[in-house]
């Protein structure tokens, strides 16, 4: 202690310092706990949803008039995908920050419980309308299906809450940064820096998309929408929105599992590469997501698999840096073998081992992403259960796993508490029924899917056609799959308010871990956030500039608003 | 692979015929990539150069003016719609586009930047954003097609790049003018 404030004489240092050695600051503390709980709510009540959704799928259950198939999709999507992933994601990165940062400043604690307000006011509003069976447009919202305008405010307070925390997480660094000039930002929070900037450039667009074009549409003060201008401005939003809870999953992978196993972190500037590229390409992936879409000539789409491939190279990074800690580390524990030294991983902590297979569930993930960016293979998938299939993998498996994964050094960090044997070994059941419930009912889709099975269209065996009858196999599985995850759910949403208000008192490590003995200091170019805001405003710029001009120059007369449901 | 290689690599597969000919069949791709990238690839390979001839850089580009107007002139030949038209149809202008980029601009481009002094460079990127506005003004509103290789709706893109580009300029500039970066690093 005494070196560190002889060397620098900085009181903030100390301040640093003190935080790490006695544990949690407790109004930071609160902040994140409120955020997390509302994660874990969202997520019992979207799982809740989801198993309904399974077992009317496998042509198990008929839901009731007054709570429709659509209806539970459409909550069962913005809970899990907008709710669970951004509240757990502001919660975790606030947590780091507060840690690596020295405690939050009074001002960005305002800020970010204004923000969590604004959003718990946006979520009700939400809400409201989807229950009264007035707002079954789903997650993606796509004009011309028009919800009543309440829903569409509630989403714009939910964007406000989001860039609360953001700027928060701005003001935060930056006086960090003036109060330790030429050094580099702690890499935890480096990362949260680069998420909550793309937090910001996704949900512009929709903010755009919603506050000047959707709301005055389902008011009635213009007639109709452009259609296709609304579903991109969605996508830059959407995709980014799904990529930014990967990031933030990649973000424990690269600093917190190689403290669990007892390791150090892999290459400093590497890490911070692949944050920095990951910001500045990811926007521009939105366009693999409108591929079979009408109005974008063929020659652009081939052009944004480019794009969209791009932003697979930082992941294969990630993959190799990964392996390569995990290696590194049990070597020098003793493992031997080309392979053998897997044994020497800790297979038994639920800290380690819910991550890990999140990141091996990315290599399926990932490559199933790959297929649906290149335009040919994706003609072939495109709206069937594949892609339902594909984004259980990648959030219900990688991200959400990744998620249980934190929860159980960050919920004891936070309370003040420790993580026991006996819910470690809980958490372990937990991830492993998670496990073989996502596998089994990602697998069952991603097949259903090849076989023809639409997505977004509740049980029908259309008119016992063969066809749609050779796919309920397959749905029985899914429903199945469904059934395991939750209880799943219900166990790790247990595991969560247990070791909030339950577990022994104690003290829990913010496991951050270190950077390799001797290795090269990393470059100062990588703190230039400046500049990589710039580059992908610029690269946003030129992605979407051809598509656009093209819808509102060439636009037809537009949609007036419909209620399908 | 060091940058000259991936440079020179990089200038080869530019001026493959097909992959020329798809850069070249849209326009804004023509002017905001093609050309782009081809003076990237020249800023790439100038280590080869300046190694080679460092007594003519500095001679000639010692305080980085020379270069840096060298560069500002070939760039601003190749943002006028007529000089985009000859290159489709003339070969030897095609010709003149594939070397004056790489090694007219991107190479006193890079043997500049460094020797310029910030108002200096502050300077070239608030010409180039006064250029892309007026540009992208001028592409947006004008009603005849001025390519004749290229249509209308394209003419407007290129004009909605080169305004959305020149926004970005604007805001670097004023993240250059509010930050003072000796505060932080």
Redesign the interface.
């Known amino acids: 202690m005494e070196t560190v404030i002889s060397q620098t004489g900085n009181a903030s240092v100390f301040k640093e310092k003190a935080n790490k050695i006695l544990g949690v600051n407790l109004q930071d503390a609160k902040i994140s706990k409120s955020y997390l709980s509302v994660a874990f709510i969202a997520l019992l009540i979207g799982g809740t949803l989801g198993l309904l959704q399974g077992l009317n799928r496998a042509g198990l259950l008929e839901l009731p008039s007054w709570l429709n198939y659509y209806q539970v999709l459409t909550a069962h999507g913005l809970l899990l995908v907008v709710v669970f992933s951004a509240t757990f994601t502001i919660g975790y990165f606030y947590a780091g920050m507060s840690h690596t940062l020295g405690g939050l400043l009074p001002k960005v604690r305002t800020m970010v419980w204004i923000g969590f307000w604004l959003k718990i006011i946006g979520v009700v509003l939400v809400v409201i309308p989807v229950l009264m069976n007035k707002a079954s447009v789903m997650y993606t919202f796509y004009p011309p299906m028009a919800a009543d305008p309440m829903f569409y405010f509630g989403l714009v307070f939910v964007v406000l809450g989001v860039w609360m925390a953001c700027f928060g997480g701005f003001i935060q660094v930056?006086n960090w940064?003036?109060n330790h000039?030429?050094q580099h930002l702690p890499i935890f929070s480096f990362f949260a820096t680069g998420v909550f900037v793309l937090l910001v450039g996704a949900t512009a667009f929709v903010a755009v998309e919603v506050i000047f074009m959707i709301i005055p549409w389902s008011l009635g003060w213009v007639d109709t929408i452009n259609v296709m201008v609304a579903r991109t401005l969605f996508w830059a939003f959407g995709h980014t929105a799904v990529n930014i809870w990967y990031l933030t999953a990649v973000s424990a992978w690269y600093v917190i599992v190689p403290k669990v196993i007892g390791g150090k972190r892999w290459s400093d500037l590497l890490t911070r590469i692949v944050v920095i590229a990951l910001v500045i390409m990811n926007i521009t992936g939105g366009f693999h997501h409108q591929i079979v879409d009408p109005g974008i000539s063929e020659?652009?789409k081939y052009?944004h698999v480019f794009m969209s491939l791009a932003i697979g190279f930082p992941s294969l990074m990630t993959a190799y840096a990964m392996f390569a800690v995990f290696e590194k580390t049990a070597r020098k524990q003793g493992g031997k073998g080309l392979i053998g030294w897997y044994k020497k991983m800790p297979w038994s902590d639920v800290r380690f081992l819910a991550p890990f297979i999140a990141m091996l569930a990315f290599i399926p993930a990932g490559a199933g992403g790959i297929a649906q960016t290149t335009n040919q293979l994706d003609q072939v998938v495109h709206n069937s259960m594949w892609i339902v299939g594909h984004f259980h993998l990648t959030l219900g498996m990688s991200v959400a796993m990744t998620f249980f994964g934190i929860s159980y050094w960050l919920v004891p960090y936070l309370s003040k508490r420790v993580l026991t044997k006996g819910m470690n070994q809980f958490g372990v059941v937990t991830t492993v029924i998670w496990t073989i419930g996502m596998i089994t009912m990602s697998g069952a889709m991603h097949t259903v899917g090849l076989f023809g099975s639409p997505r977004r269209t509740s049980y029908t065996t259309y008119f016992d056609n063969a066809t749609a009858l050779s796919w309920d196999p397959y749905l029985i599985f899914l429903a199945i799959g469904g059934t395991l995850l939750m209880i799943a759910a219900i166990m790790q949403v247990y595991a969560v308010f247990n070791l909030m208000f339950f577990a022994p008192k104690g003290e829990t490590e913010f496991p951050i871990a270190e950077v390799e003995d001797g290795e090269a200091k990393t470059p100062?170019w990588t703190?230039r956030w400046?500049?990589w805001?710039?580059l992908m405003?610029?690269v946003v710029?030129?992605a979407y500039?051809?598509p656009?001009?093209?819808f509102i120059?060439?636009a037809p007369p537009g949609s007036p608003p419909f209620k399908t449901w | 692979m060091n940058q000259k290689t991936f440079g020179l690599g990089l200038f080869i597969f530019l001026i493959i015929p097909p992959v020329a000919n798809?850069m070249e069949?849209?326009m804004?791709?023509h002017m905001?990539?093609q050309m782009p990238i081809l003076v990237i690839t020249g800023f790439l390979m100038a280590p080869f150069f300046q190694s080679k001839f460092s007594r003519f850089f500095e001679k000639w580009n010692h305080n980085g003016i020379p270069g840096i107007l060298l560069f500002i002139i070939i760039v601003g030949y190749w943002m006028l719609p007529r000089t985009m038209d000859e290159a489709l149809e003339l070969w030897m202008v095609e010709l003149f586009k594939f070397i004056s980029l790489p090694f007219l601009a991107g190479v006193p481009l890079r043997d500049s930047w460094k020797k310029l002094e910030q108002a200096g460079k502050n300077t070239v990127i608030i010409i180039f954003s006064i250029a892309f506005i007026v540009m992208g003004w001028l592409y947006i509103n004008a009603t005849m097609q001025l390519c004749n290789n290229y249509l209308l709706?394209e003419q407007?893109?290129l004009g909605?790049?080169f305004l959305?580009?020149g926004?970005?300029f604007v805001?670097?500039l004023g993240?250059?003018f509010f930050?003072n970066p000796s505060?932080?690093?």
């Open positions: 930056a940064r003036k000039k030429g020659s652009v052009m100062y703190e400046g500049v805001i710039i405003i610029i710029a030129m500039v051809i656009l001009t093209d120059v060439n | 798809l069949s849209v804004i791709i905001h990539m709706i407007i893109t909605w790049g959305t580009m926004i970005a805001i670097f993240y250059r930050f505060a932080y690093e």
